[in-house]
Nanobody
């Protein structure tokens, strides 16, 4: 059974920063790569970033490279997403999820399992 709780979203101006957090309840948290996903209103959910099981590698969708930094604290079963230089296009509900393997394989955006939490909303104004 998987439970996730996302937090840290908010309303910010373009160019600002946020730090999202996600606490995960899952057996053997450090067996799994983890992903951040986002869903703009009226659009499909997309993968944003992935981090390997022990945090040695990460992958990002092109639109956020250089602005988003994902990290994890396995001792706390917690993920983080540092978001800098926010743009209005970053406005979305953000979710985290475990992935079906330990590393960020090319298919990671389709590898989430365990269901979705309530998410945390990020709204960026221009």
């Amino acid at each position: 059974q998987v439970q996730v709780v996302e937090s840290g979203g908010g309303l910010v101006q373009a160019g600002g920063s946020l730090r999202l957090s996600c606490t995960v309840s899952i057996a053997r948290f450090d067996d799994y790569a983890m992903g951040w996903f986002r869903q703009p209103q009226g659009k499909e959910r997309e993968g944003v970033s992935c981090i390997s099981n022990v945090g040695h590698s990460a992958d990002y969708v092109d639109s956020v490279k250089g602005r988003f930094t994902m990290s994890r604290d396995n001792a706390k079963s917690t993920l983080y997403l540092q978001i800098d230089s926010l743009k209005p296009d970053d406005t979305a509900m953000y979710y985290c999820a475990p992935l079906r393997y330990a590393y960020c394989l090319n298919s990671w955006p389709r590898a989430a399992f365990g269901g979705w939490g309530q998410g945390t909303r990020v709204t960026v104004t221009s």
